[in-house]
């Protein structure tokens, strides 16, 4: 770079150019490039200004603070003018360097303001008039078509300056403007508790807007508003025990189209009665979980083009004019009367985070014959989406795509797991002689394995596609390493976050669940931390947290909540509330989203402590009991997981006390968690570190969550090595043990340990899995055996609840990356850096060579930060990469500084490198940004 700094990646509210912010202080973030070491920001200036002539003008009309002091890049909040719906801001940045140069001016980049006040909306909720009675027969599946609106319009004759589509759904939607889909976005506008908030999605749609005549449409399908959800079907849930209509009977559309010209003027056009709307069109059934039914031969040819005869369309209706009914609503908790109508949303508001989008295409890898018409495609990687079907042949013909996970031992696709999610697609051609393309767009599914039924002569195998399908949260981890086990672990880690990170955290992406568990959620966040930027993605699932906070205080045990399981809570499930937003505040260091969440997480914690007996949790008589779950044979008792529970979130919420300025909270949180700690050493401890409860997962816990004194902690770990060797050297542990206990044995002496158990090919490892074929993180560790199929190593295992796509037990991603990688943050946000690689000791692994070399990466906000290791020989070589304007303290493994050398050199002759002392038998050195090689020589 000829410029020492160079000012990057502009965003706003994590977002690139977001079109629509309902913020009034929106946080803008920037990243700072360098290629000299040790280079950092010392000073910025922001220009904002309303139109990009002035900003090209060096004119910043709404905000032009000046010169100010400092190196902030992320969160600085907008402090300019007041601004209002719609409007346009326009920004840039410059910054000085170390020795107060200042760079170039950065690119422009923008965001608008979206409709702030509900007077800002002149549409009107629009449905079409629905005459039939609520679903009430759970043993017929009832599959209502999508539905397409229209409506045309007259555009001026003058210039367009922007155009912008504001649209939203009860349902999900796809909205179209002069023969063109508006957006390659699916799903919109996602999923939330409808009665509190929906959200709108904003289309900058200039360019599709014509002089003259116009026509604006969208189709709009039942989405998780009206579909099946969940496992409502399976266990009777919902109006009538159907799992379908939970939150009403008949989705709406608004959608409001503002077309503003060169002289001033805007012309709106917004859904209202005079809409029309069909149910006759291709989309006979568009359903999550039971699948697309598209029929070609139902198209509406320029049904969203100017001049279409949609005389034959009904007319829409304003929402409420269906009235509503009274029925049955069953769940967890009982049967309640309720009305099923429609309700107006209390708050509409912008999207606030990455949209689901197609992001991979997978060919098909192997095409089976399975009879005459019938194929087996194997695309060859566990993901969640769709498949893009070509085809030719006569119209009418009917082709059928199942899905599934895993295919049985004589070629059966697997479907057990899916119990009542049907997950079929079915395709019926028009007759085009040129071929035919199929994409589904109102459904996705779980899979690796396609079954073909009807395919009109040979299925080649560019016929069928994988379409990759997830929140478009940028990924930015790589890893890799010695064992090509561990390397595979690692990419089976990132397609299940990929699959199971649509619309909100999932717990699995195929079978009749796809919810928001939230000790699924706690235990991984920081994993997924690593491999995307999950900011904003967690910071608007944050929003239906604590919408579903129930009225005592606790967190239900998924989010969006839309109907009680069993108990309505568990410990550890809730505790996500808290966990959550800490992992976000420590890794992107956001305050904000703790500011929000701060009144929420307080009752959480005053209900924690009005149902604490003693400083202790107990077994809450209206909680479930999932505690360590998919333990093997190792029961931790739930008054013991909620104790540590409590104390993790208390100690979690005296940080953040701290970081909001909360000083007198922040001591009273610390006194609490001193009597738990006091309370649960009564209880549970022994003074030689013995626990009375003695399982795996009770000692990682309580190790983790700091409640065995320093005195003690050695013995405790030493006790926890002691069951796994006593074990054969196995896990025993479960979802809450796995997590924490790779990092407690690292910590505390026992590090080739925790380096066996992940190069372990054994059951329960992750390398079984692996080893038996698993391209993604299972829900069990024993999904499937070669000797049992899907019945567990046992051979007596219930198939049914058998995810091939779950995320918990990838938690141990963060070990790899903070330990065995040695990445970690000093302080939130990632601006000062901790690099502690811990290599496994040459010959400690008597089962596979002990890792010998790591290389990962991780691209953090503040740019990408690198950790490659090896041992050659005695020899360590370490190579460390950090971004400008971050610093770093780096951990090497000599026993004498006179062996530490960088790029050849004696560290004492090194500029910029500080060494500072040594701490748990390293040597630390201090170091700027920039790439340092370090290398330890052998005695």
């Excluded at 699924?520 to 967690?538: E, G, H, L, S």
């Excluded at 479930?624 to 409590?646: H, Q």
């Excluded at 329960?764 to 000797?787: K, L, Q």
């Excluded at 690099?835 to 400690?844: A, C, E, H, K």
Aim: aromatic share 12%; net charge neutral; charged share 25%.
């Amino acid at each position: 770079m000829a410029d020492p700094l160079v000012v990057t990646r502009l965003r706003c509210e994590y977002l690139e150019d977001p079109p629509a912010v309902d913020t009034q202080a929106p946080r803008l973030f920037w990243r700072v490039e360098s290629d000299e070491r040790g280079q950092r920001q010392t000073a910025y200036e922001i220009l904002v200004a309303s139109s990009r002539r002035w900003l090209d003008e060096n004119r910043g009309d709404l905000w032009s603070p000046g010169k100010i002091l400092g190196d902030q890049t992320t969160h600085v909040a907008y402090g300019g003018k007041p601004l209002a719906s719609r409007q346009r801001c326009y920004w840039k940045v410059r910054v000085w360097d170390r020795d107060d140069k200042p760079s170039p001016w950065s690119e422009t980049a923008s965001w608008s303001m979206g409709l702030l006040e509900p007077g800002d909306w002149q549409a009107e909720w629009i449905s079409f008039r629905d005459p039939t009675p609520l679903h009430a027969d759970p043993a017929r599946l009832h599959l209502p078509p999508a539905r397409h609106y229209r409506k045309e319009f007259q555009g001026g004759e003058k210039t367009v300056r922007r155009a912008t589509l504001h649209a939203s759904a009860l349902g999900i939607f796809e909205a179209h403007l002069n023969g063109h889909r508006v957006s390659e976005q699916f799903f919109s506008p996602g999923w939330t508790d409808y009665r509190r908030r929906v959200y709108y999605t904003t289309f900058d749609v200039t360019d599709l807007v014509r002089p003259g005549p116009n026509a604006l449409g969208a189709v709009v399908a039942d989405g998780w508003y009206a579909g099946y959800l969940g496992y409502g079907l399976l266990v009777g849930y919902g109006p009538h025990r159907t799992g379908r209509d939970t939150y009403g009977k008949t989705p709406a559309l608004l959608a409001q189209l503002e077309i503003e010209y060169d002289d001033g003027s805007v012309q709106v056009v917004g859904t209202d009665a005079t809409w029309k709307v069909t149910g006759e069109g291709p989309y006979r059934e568009a359903d999550f979980l039971m699948g697309e039914h598209y029929d070609a031969t139902r198209e509406l040819p320029g049904w969203d083009q100017p001049r279409f005869d949609d005389t034959a369309w009904e007319n829409a209706i304003r929402a409420g004019e269906n009235g509503s009914v009274r029925a049955p609503f069953h769940d967890g908790g009982g049967v309640r009367e309720q009305e099923f109508g429609f309700v107006r949303p209390a708050r509409v508001e912008a999207y606030p985070a990455p949209p689901v989008r197609f992001t991979q295409e997978l060919p098909a890898r192997t095409i089976t014959a399975r009879g005459e018409g019938v194929y087996m495609v194997d695309l060859g990687q566990n993901f969640a989406g769709v498949v893009r079907l070509k085809v030719r042949g006569p119209a009418g013909t009917r082709v059928q795509l199942r899905f599934g996970e895993m295919l049985h031992p004589d070629g059966r696709l697997m479907t057990e797991n899916l119990r009542k999610a049907r997950a079929t697609d079915t395709y019926v051609l028009r007759g085009d002689p040129q071929g035919e393309v199929y994409v589904p767009r109102f459904t996705f599914h779980g899979f690796q394995f396609v079954e073909v039924t009807g395919y009109p002569g040979v299925l080649e195998r560019d016929a069928l596609t994988g379409i990759v399908l997830h929140s478009d949260t940028r990924l930015t981890s790589s890893f890799m390493c010695s064992d090509p086990m561990v390397n595979q672990l690692f990419q089976n880690i990132v397609w299940t976050q990929r699959a199971n990170f649509l619309e909100l955290p999932t717990d699995c992406p195929q079978r009749d669940e796809r919810f928001g568990w939230m000790g699924d959620a706690q235990i991984y966040a920081r994993t997924a931390t690593y491999n995307a930027n999950v900011a904003a993605f967690f910071t608007k699932w944050l929003r239906e947290v604590e919408e579903a906070q129930l009225p005592g205080g606790a967190y239900p045990d998924y989010c969006p909540w839309p109907f009680q399981h069993g108990q309505a809570f568990a410990p550890a499930w809730t505790d996500a509330g808290i966990i959550v937003p800490w992992t976000v505040w420590q890794v992107y260091g956001d305050t904000r989203v703790l500011e929000r969440q701060w009144d929420s997480m307080t009752r959480f914690l005053e209900w924690r402590q009005a149902n604490a007996r003693g400083f202790l949790g107990i077994q809450h008589p209206e909680a479930n009991t999932w505690g360590d779950w998919l333990n093997l044979d190792e029961t931790t008792p739930i008054e013991y997981v909620d104790s540590v529970y409590f104390a993790l979130t208390t100690r979690l919420m005296g940080d953040m006390a701290d970081a909001l300025g909360r000083r007198n909270e922040a001591v009273a949180y610390r006194a609490l968690l001193d009597n738990i700690r006091s309370a649960f050493a009564a209880k549970y401890l022994g003074p030689d570190g013995a626990l009375t409860v003695d399982t795996q997962s009770a000692y990682a816990m309580a190790l983790d969550a700091g409640l065995i004194p320093e005195r003690l902690r050695q013995a405790a770990a030493e006790r926890l090595a002691q069951k796994i060797r006593t074990n054969d050297n196995r896990m025993a542990t479960g979802f809450l043990g796995t997590r924490p206990l790779l990092p407690v044995l690292s910590a505390h002496g026992q590090h080739d340990l925790a380096a066996r158990l992940l190069q372990s090919r054994r059951f329960p490892s992750w390398g079984y899995e692996v080893e038996n074929g698993a391209t993604t993180i299972w829900e069990r560790w024993d999904s499937f055996t070669r000797e049992h199929g899907f019945n567990g190593i046992a051979g007596n295992q219930n198939a049914a609840m058998n995810s091939f796509s779950h995320y918990a037990f990838g938690a141990v991603c963060e070990w790899m990356f903070r330990t065995l990688a040695g990445i970690d943050t000093a302080t939130p946000g990632f601006r000062q850096l901790h690099f502690r690689p811990m290599p496994p000791t040459p010959g400690s692994n008597p089962e596979h060579p002990a890792i010998s070399w790591v290389r990962a990466r991780y691209d953090s906000l503040a740019g990408p930060i690198a950790s490659h290791w090896r041992l050659d020989g005695g020899r360590f070589e370490y190579e460390v990469s950090l971004p400008a304007n971050t610093t770093a303290t780096v951990h090497l493994p000599a026993s004498d500084a006179a062996r530490i050398t960088e790029g050849g050199r004696p560290l004492r002759k090194v500029k910029g490198a500080r060494l500072v002392g040594r701490e748990n038998g390293r040597w630390v050195v201090e170091v700027g940004s920039g790439t340092w090689r370090f290398a330890v020589t052998p005695p």
